[in-house]
């Protein structure tokens, strides 16, 4: 794995660790989340689930709940990521907040 797909996978799973937020590929700043979102979910790092949408296909939603905190706790401490700063920057709050409209 080069460097720059390290750091985007550690800085995405140090978001969803430190925040419990439940994030989709487009709310991430991150071009093409998703090649970082499914490694991340395939080693059981993180859980993403499908979210139907009405007339629209499904997206899914990623997060670390209880069973996967541990190994992403550990992860994160392999990279000495757990005492860092929560990187909020990788978030885009736009996109956010029009998700968060559209389900109130």
Same mark, same amino acid.
């Given at each position: 794995?080069?460097?720059?797909?390290?750091?985007?996978?550690?800085? !995405?799973?140090?978001?969803?660790?430190?925040?419990?937020?439940? +994030?989709?590929?487009?709310?991430?700043? !991150?071009?093409?989340?998703?090649?970082?979102? !499914?490694?991340? @979910?395939?080693?059981?790092?993180?859980?993403?689930? @499908? +979210?139907?949408?009405?007339?629209?296909?499904?997206?899914?939603?990623?997060?670390?709940?209880?069973?996967?905190?541990?190994?992403?706790?550990?992860?994160? @401490?392999?990279?000495?990521?757990?005492?860092?700063?929560?990187?909020?920057? !990788?978030?885009?709050?736009? +996109?956010?907040?029009?998700?968060?409209?559209?389900?109130?």
């Amino acid at each position: 794995m080069n460097a720059r797909a390290l750091h985007h996978k550690l800085n !995405i799973l140090k978001l969803l660790y430190d925040t419990g937020l439940r +994030v989709t590929a487009s709310q991430l700043i !991150i071009s093409n989340a998703n090649q970082y979102l !499914i490694p991340l @979910e395939e080693a059981k790092l993180i859980s993403r689930v @499908e +979210v139907p949408r009405e007339n629209s296909s499904p997206y899914k939603v990623g997060f670390v709940n209880r069973d996967t905190r541990k190994k992403a706790k550990d992860y994160l @401490e392999k990279y000495n990521m757990l005492n860092r700063e929560t990187p909020f920057y !990788i978030l885009n709050f736009e +996109v956010t907040q029009k998700t968060e409209q559209k389900e109130v």
